[in-house]
C-alpha cells in the first residue's frame, strides 16, 4: 500500500473554506482502500465516496471557522496496488471557495501512481554428498525502498537435499523468521 496526499499549494488569504472534487485513478493498477484525514481544520471529508469500479474518489468538505491558509493537505488516498503499471490520478470537478464564499482559482498538478512486482530468484550451485554450500535468494526489481516486507517458500526435494539453517541478508531484513521442513 501506499499514501498519496490530495494537498493544496500557495493558498491565499483568507484562506479555504470548503472544496469538492473527483479523483480518479486507473482501477486496472490501483484501488483505494480507504480515505484519511486531512489537516486541520478539514480533518475527516464530509464527503468520501470510494468507487473502485469505476476508478473515482469523490471527496468534499466545508468550515467556517478557521482561516487555513499555505499548504493544506485534504485528504490522504490509501492505495493498493493490485496489477503492474502505471495509474494517472487525476482531478475534475474540482471546486474551490475561500471562507467568505467566493470561488478560488487553482491550477491542477497531476499525480502518477507506478505499480511494480518485484521477482524472487534463487542462485543455483552443485555439491558433493556431504558437503555444504550457500544458496542466495534475491529480489529483483525493486522501487526505491519500496519492500516493507516478504513472505517466501522455497521447495526442494527432501530425498536429495537437507536444509541446515536460513540466515539473513542485507539491512532492513538482515534476521529472517523461518521454519525448515526437511
Avoid at 484519511?36 to 468538505?61: C, E, H, M, R, Y
Avoid at 490520478?89 to 464564499?101: E, F, K, M, R, W
Avoid at 519492500?147 to 517466501?152: E, P, S, T
Amino acid at each position: 500500500s501506499i499514501n498519496a496526499n490530495i494537498t493544496l499549494q500557495n493558498v491565499p488569504a483568507p484562506g479555504l473554506g470548503s472544496y469538492s472534487m473527483v479523483v480518479h485513478f486507473n482501477p486496472a493498477v490501483v484501488t483505494v482502500e480507504s480515505v484519511g484525514d486531512g489537516d486541520a481544520p478539514f480533518g475527516s471529508p464530509i464527503t468520501k465516496i470510494i468507487d473502485n469500479t469505476a476508478g473515482t474518489v469523490t471527496l468534499a468538505a466545508s468550515q467556517s471557522g478557521a482561516t487555513p491558509s499555505g499548504t493544506i493537505v485534504l485528504a490522504r488516498l490509501n492505495l493498493h496496488g493490485v496489477a503492474n503499471g502505471a495509474s494517472p490520478l487525476g482531478i475534475t470537478g474540482n471546486a474551490l471557495t475561500d471562507v467568505a464564499g467566493a470561488s478560488m482559482g487553482h491550477v491542477v498538478t497531476l499525480g502518477v501512481v507506478t505499480v511494480n512486482t518485484p521477482a524472487v530468484t534463487t542462485g543455483s550451485d552443485s555439491v558433493q554428498v556431504g558437503s555444504a554450500i550457500s544458496i542466495p535468494v534475491s529480489v529483483l526489481g525493486l522501487v526505491s525502498q519500496s519492500l516493507a516486507a516478504y513472505n517466501i517458500t522455497i521447495s526442494f526435494d527432501k530425498t536429495k537435499i537437507t536444509v541446515n539453517s536460513v540466515t539473513g541478508g542485507p539491512a532492513p531484513f538482515g534476521s529472517p523468521t523461518s521454519t525448515i521442513d526437511n
